[in-house]
């Protein structure tokens, strides 16, 4: 120890020996009780004296230590850049540095080095273990560069390693493929059933993304259900295909989370550098496009980026240009479906189906009409529009001396949560001078989970003016019968896959059977959609569903098709509903 402090404070000799004994005692116990390594090397940068610190630090014994080089606790690769450095110092100046340095059980450690090379050559340093240190920000980085909730990249380093991955590319003359992935039916998921379920299904996502690519392979989480994934080392475009398909397949498969036994489905879309772009963002945003393509057609699937895909963007806007003027133009119709009670047999009711007769030709249906009005805010008048229409056309019924019927109105999620509803809906009925009775409104289950306790208030003032409610395409939502309890509901609309389902899948007759049990424990009537077939309406009839609609009496018809039809007093025949038969025997 001696050196080190000798030459530490620089002593010479002419100071007398007690004194720099005394010195030597004070500065040894400030050196030895310092929590840093502290050394220093003779000029051929061989260890001349290292306190405890330094060697607690390393492993190593002071013995050891004096026997070894500054080499010796180096990586090879720092030692090399150090000796480069070495010449800075020479010139006196002070290096303060991130290093590591090798313990003796090989492990390096980062550590903090201020040195300093004497005039003779020695060098004398400290160094300070940085471990936890580096450890805090690793974990800074990897939070402000990670999503919390799946541990995955976020999308700025999504982009950095995307940007890297195009210049490696560019460099080797290689391809990059970006696969844009999104959940589909994810919201109604989150909103039915809430956003624990909705966060733990977004977990099992990502741990099915890992797995159905390579390590190497980067997968991030963009936000809400969106994740994106970048494939640098494929050996053609099928392979790619491939890998989509493989992820659509996995993702499909059934889990369970909480106590519910859910499935989801993914949309992909696919962009390729260079063909498609030559930037991360570019790729990203015309991977995107695709994935809407994807969605359009059906979900489940996916798609390629293409040329055409943006030319799609501006039919899109057009659409959206000519909804703007189909109201004042009159090109939106409705259309009516008759709904027929299963004990008389008799038609009871009509839903609204919304049509637009676009001047080019060619009808537009909802599936494309509804979002699209959502998101453009045309919901709004458009909704007003088919809730007078429908009560104008039914009192037209009425005073043409047709039986009284009710007429039901689809409420989109929007249209449900505007705070004038109440009032709209109380203008239509005064203008057109329907009774409230003869009206029927329908909302989806994602609605009403939405904004519950809103929706509580909303719907009892409905319920006051006499309005019949029902709930539609019930058990897509994956909601209980028992949150149902909350709401003043009339009647559950029973969704047409069900129904589809009785013939195919034993699951399907099972649900429709315990719904229609449920809801009639709940004093709710029970309504089937989209029945086709003779033996649905058998089977919805022995399990005493009290009513149902569906191409098999008639498809939707134009106002005066349901004049007609309602003219001729439709019945179901006794055959097809073993009830009636019994009830006319
Ligand atoms: P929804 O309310 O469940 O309407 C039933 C849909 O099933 C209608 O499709 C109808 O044409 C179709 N359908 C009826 N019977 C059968 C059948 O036997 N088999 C099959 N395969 N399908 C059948 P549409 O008219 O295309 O309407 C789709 C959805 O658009 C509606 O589903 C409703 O949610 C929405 N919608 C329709 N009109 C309006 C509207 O005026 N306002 C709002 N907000 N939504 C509307
Ligand atoms: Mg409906
Ligand atoms: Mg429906």
Not at 296 to 322: C, M, P, T, V, W
Not at 416 to 445: N, P, S
Request: charged share 20%; hydrophobic share 40%; glycine share 6%.
């Amino acid at each position: 120890m001696s050196y080190l402090i000798t030459h530490w404070l620089g002593f010479v000799s002419h100071r007398s020996s007690r004194v720099i004994q005394e010195s030597e005692e004070r500065y040894r116990a400030l050196v030895e009780q310092a929590s840093d390594g502290i050394f220093i090397t003779d000029n051929q940068e061989r260890f001349l004296d290292v306190n405890n610190s330094a060697c607690d630090m390393l492993g190593f014994s002071r013995e050891d230590m004096l026997a070894m080089h500054i080499q010796d606790v180096m990586p090879d690769e720092e030692y090399a850049k150090f000796t480069q450095i070495r010449l800075l110092l020479m010139a006196g100046e002070t290096l303060l540095n991130e290093w590591h340095m090798k313990c003796r059980d090989g492990s390096l450690i980062p550590v903090e080095v201020s040195a300093k090379i004497l005039s003779d050559g020695r060098i004398q340093g400290i160094a300070r273990n940085i471990t936890e240190r580096k450890h805090h920000e690793a974990q800074l980085i990897h939070l402000a560069s990670h999503d919390p909730l799946t541990g995955l990249p976020n999308r700025s380093l999504f982009q950095d390693r995307l940007q890297q991955a195009i210049v490696k590319a560019r460099r080797n003359g290689l391809k990059v493929a970006v696969l844009f992935c999104d959940l589909d039916r994810f919201k109604r998921i989150n909103d039915s059933l809430g956003h624990d379920v909705g966060d733990q299904l977004l977990q099992t996502v990502a741990g099915r993304l890992l797995g159905s690519v390579r390590e190497s392979d980067t997968i991030a989480r963009l936000g809400g259900d969106e994740f994106a994934i970048i494939l640098d080392d494929f050996a053609t475009e099928d392979a790619v295909s491939g890998i989509a398909q493989k992820i659509l397949f996995t993702l499909a498969r059934p889990l369970t989370i909480a106590t519910f036994n859910l499935s989801t489905t993914s949309s992909i879309g696919i962009s390729f550098f260079p063909e498609d772009g030559d930037t991360a963002q570019t790729l990203l945003k015309n991977a995107d496009a695709a994935m809407y393509l994807a969605k359009a057609r059906g979900k489940n699937n996916f798609q390629f980026y293409s040329q055409g895909i943006a030319s799609n963007a501006l039919e899109h806007l057009n659409l959206e240009i000519d909804l703007r003027l189909a109201l004042e133009r009159e090109e939106l119709v409705l259309h009516y479906q008759p709904q027929v009670d299963l004990k008389s047999g008799r038609v009871i009711g009509a839903e609204a189906l919304l049509r637009w007769r676009r001047s080019e030709g060619g009808m537009t249906l909802p599936a494309q009409l509804i979002p699209l009005a959502e998101e453009t805010g045309l919901i709004g008048p458009i909704g007003e529009w088919v809730l007078r229409t429908a009560c104008l056309q039914n009192k037209a019924w009425q005073n043409a001396g047709l039986p009284g019927i009710r007429v039901a109105v689809n409420l989109s999620a929007k249209q449900f949560m505007h705070q004038d509803l109440v009032q709209i809906v109380e203008r239509a009925l005064d203008e057109t001078g329907l009774e409230a009775r003869y009206l029927e409104l329908e909302i989806t289950e994602s609605s009403l989970m939405q904004k519950s306790e809103d929706a509580v208030v909303t719907l009892s003032k409905l319920k006051a003016m006499g309005i019949h409610l029902s709930i539609d395409d019930f058990g897509t939502g994956y909601s209980s019968l028992s949150y149902l309890q909350r709401f003043p509901i009339d009647t559950l609309k029973i969704d047409q896959s069900f129904v589809y389902d009785i013939a195919t899948n034993q699951a399907g007759a099972v649900i429709i059977q315990a719904v229609i049990a449920l809801a009639h424990a709940m004093k709710l009537r029970v309504i089937a959609e989209g029945v086709e077939a003779a033996y649905q309406i058998a089977f919805l009839a022995v399990n005493r569903c009290d009513a149902m609609q569906g191409y098999y009496v008639s498809h939707h018809l134009p106002a005066d098709g349901l004049t007609a039809f309602l003219q001729k007093r439709y019945e179901l025949h006794p055959q097809t509903v073993p009830q009636l038969r019994n009830a006319k025997n």
